[in-house]
């Protein structure tokens, strides 16, 4: 048989197509990011490439002005800074095996969807570490039953689970109630955050301090009763998220949701590595396993940097 003159028989791209890897990084990070919530709110420590599992983070104390006296020494200010050791000890990952039939049969935007669903998966996991940690602010404990959060109405009453709970929804009071707690601990007023489950949005859309324009100052098309985008409270950038922590009182039936309001050092995320997608083709499978994965942890810095509210569900 002659050899071909036009390479007609050579092995492509395209009869090769599925021995080839395809790394999706890029899909996956935009996904990842989009969906980060609390974790573009806190304090975040990137730790990329750097080796140890523990992160310790000095905390000094708050010095104190001393008068100054004629022809007096100076007086000094002592402090022996505390420290906050935060474990980098989560990884998770994102996996799927995907058939060659699959691979060859399915459309175009197949890929698009789990790579986006994979960065979700991700961002999810880490926003729900981070706000899982609310329940330890102002003293308050893991797995304690929200014992150290304020229910939204008054913003100074306990939440009790008890029986059926005692959780209620925002309001103006509440909210105002909430900054001043972090006002008097000295918090600085940048930087806050409110972040509120989807139930409570429809709620600060019915307050006027929220919406109408003698409180906001938007006009035309930017006005939020218009447009119903969430903005700013009080000069507090208000946020939704529906991985608000989920609540049961003691009647194993009355539900409620968690939000909080904090300022950006009351946590701390570092990440040690960030999203990392990877494929390879695995041929007793005759398919391609497709991983992506996260390492990172989580931490409270300052206790008294953020109030935890809990609402009707």
Not at 117 to 126: E, M, N, V
Not at 194 to 223: D, K, S
Request: hydrophobic residues 40%; negative net charge.
């Amino acid at each position: 048989m002659a050899w071909p003159t036009d390479g007609t028989g050579a092995q492509t791209v395209t009869t090769n197509a599925n021995f080839i890897p395809e790394l999706w990084s890029d899909d996956v990070i935009a996904g990842y990011k989009k969906n980060l919530v609390v974790a573009n709110l806190v304090q975040r420590i990137n730790h990329n490439g750097k080796k140890g599992d523990t992160i310790h983070i000095p905390v000094p104390g708050r010095g104190s002005a001393t008068a100054k006296t004629a022809t007096a020494v100076v007086t000094l200010v002592t402090d022996t800074a505390g420290v906050k050791n935060i474990s980098i000890n989560k990884h998770y990952e994102y996996s799927m095996l995907i058939e060659d039939i699959a691979s060859v049969q399915s459309i175009d935007s197949h890929r698009g969807f789990y790579t986006n669903d994979a960065g979700y998966a991700l961002a999810t996991q880490i926003d729900n570490d981070l706000s899982a940690l609310w329940e330890t602010l102002q003293g308050g404990s893991a797995a304690s039953g929200w014992a150290k959060a304020v229910i939204g109405g008054d913003g100074t009453t306990l939440y009790d689970d008890a029986t059926t709970g005692n959780g209620t929804t925002l309001t103006d009071a509440g909210i105002r109630k909430m900054i001043q707690t972090l006002d008097d601990a000295d918090v600085p007023q940048t930087e806050r955050a409110l972040v509120i489950p989807p139930v409570e949005r429809n709620t600060l859309m019915g307050l006027a301090r929220f919406t109408e324009q003698a409180f906001v100052g938007e006009m035309g098309a930017g006005n939020t009763i218009r447009n119903g985008q969430i903005g700013d409270l009080y000069g507090i950038k208000v946020y939704v998220t529906s991985n608000a922590p989920n609540e049961t009182a003691d009647d194993g039936s009355t539900d409620y949701r968690v939000g909080c309001l904090f300022h950006k050092d009351a946590l701390a995320f570092v990440e040690q590595m960030s999203v990392r997608s990877q494929t390879q083709y695995k041929q007793e499978f005759l398919a391609d396993l497709f991983t992506a994965d996260t390492i990172y942890g989580v931490g409270e810095l300052r206790d008294n940097a953020g109030v935890a509210f809990v609402v009707p569900a």
